[in-house]
């Protein structure tokens, strides 16, 4: 090992000390590295096969950290967001917060590969949160330790998803429902910030690009160069009773457009429109700043006073905002989790695995 390699080394040694002693206590019952005996190999192989489907589809990396947020947000790292329909009980995915998720299949993958080599002992619960981790980097985010240990639920909570922040959302409507998960304004304005990377439906924005709130106008904190681009990438009239049922406060139930000439896929904006290359959290809270954050729950991050105070932080000092992402990553993965006798190791994180179900 040469000289720089192993100065890196103890960097990185140092650095996964002071982010593990952030972590919440919520999590004291995981640990770090909990499958070194049982399993040595699970973060590996979470990690190349990512990074093998990674390389022909990158939109796995955006993919994946949705579907973190979207199963921890709702009843705890439990990979309940995993769980398909049955007769017995309905399923996360249906419901309409959760009917645009993505990258199940590549979930799929992931656990049949991790059941080659350790069968029946790799939670789908812990494989999500190492494969948002690794997803995270992937997008050019920080890289940050995830404690493991966790073990899945047997049941879905559909009636939860309804919980989950809207992207049309206000302002105080947002810090409600992150407050009521814990997370504090700040924590709120850093998680937003996984904005930076990903595809935005024009199902979720087109309403602030036309008569907004019952005006002729689009929404006034919305660029008007950045609102052409975005008109001109969704390429859509709105009919005369969409406009009219636009509001100042959006509904949490989108509607697409029935006017559209191009296909979903079409009809979608990059969030790191100017590419990757342009730093994980820079394009995002400098674009706030500008007027030109594609979704209204983004843009109203600067209607308030905290709120585009840590927006300004954040734009101007990625290195803070890649430590606090980190943080809030942290806390977030060890939300709510099952462990010990808790829950369950699925074989196939589609189904659980008692023959009760």
């Known amino acids: 090992m040469t000289q720089d390699a192993k100065i890196l080394h103890l960097l990185l040694l140092i650095g996964y000390s002071l982010l593990i002693s952030f972590i919440s206590p919520s999590d004291s019952s995981l640990e770090y590295d909990y499958y070194r005996e049982s399993c040595p190999q699970a973060q590996?192989?979470?990690r190349s096969t990512l990074r093998r489907i990674y390389d022909r589809n990158s939109t796995v990396a955006p993919a994946i950290l949705r579907l973190v947020f979207h199963d921890c947000f709702v009843q705890g790292c439990d990979a309940s967001v995993l769980l398909d329909r049955t007769v017995f009980m309905g399923s996360e995915k249906d419901t309409l917060p959760n009917q645009s998720l993505r990258g199940f299949d590549h979930i799929d993958i992931i656990k049949s590969?991790?059941?080659?080599?350790?069968?029946?002992?790799?939670?789908?619960?812990?494989?999500?949160v190492v494969a948002a981790r690794e997803s995270v980097v992937l997008a050019g985010g920080p890289f940050y330790p995830v404690h493991t240990g966790r073990k899945d639920s047997d049941h879905s909570f559909p009636e939860i998803s309804y919980e989950l922040p809207s992207p049309l959302d206000d302002l105080p409507t947002t810090i409600a429902r992150f407050a009521?998960?814990?997370?504090?304004?700040?924590?709120?304005?850093t998680l937003l910030g996984a904005h930076?990377?990903?595809?935005?439906?024009?199902k979720f924005f087109e309403r602030r690009l036309y008569k907004f709130g019952g005006t002729d106008q689009p929404d006034p904190s919305l660029d008007p160069e950045f609102a052409?681009?975005?008109?001109?990438?969704?390429?859509?009239?709105?009919t005369q009773s969409q406009s009219e049922s636009s509001s100042a406060s959006p509904s949490a139930s989108p509607s697409p457009s029935t006017t559209s000439t191009k296909s979903d896929e079409e009809r979608s904006m990059k969030m790191d429109y100017e590419g990757r290359g342009s730093g994980f959290g820079i394009l995002y809270y400098r674009g706030l700043l500008q007027g030109r954050g594609i979704l209204f729950v983004d843009q109203q991050l600067t209607a308030g006073e905290e709120t585009a105070s840590w927006v300004r932080q954040y734009a101007s000092d990625v290195s803070m905002f890649h430590k606090d992402f980190a943080q809030v990553m942290m806390k977030l993965s060890s939300t709510q989790v099952l462990t010990g006798l808790s829950g369950e190791v699925r074989t196939n994180c589609r189904e659980v695995s008692s023959s009760l179900w």
Do not use: W, Y
């Not at 059941?115 to 939670?123: A, D, H, L, R």
């Not at 009521?180 to 304005?189: D, H, I, N, P, Y």
């Not at 052409?228 to 709105?238: M, W």
């Open 44 to 46: 590996q192989v979470i």
């Open 113 to 128: 590969e991790l059941e080659n080599v350790c069968p029946g002992v790799v939670s789908c619960a812990d494989l999500l």
């Open 180 to 189: 009521s998960r814990g997370f504090t304004v700040k924590e709120t304005v």
């Open 196 to 202: 930076s990377t990903g595809m935005i439906h024009c």
């Open 228 to 238: 052409e681009l975005l008109r001109s990438v969704c390429n859509s009239t709105q």
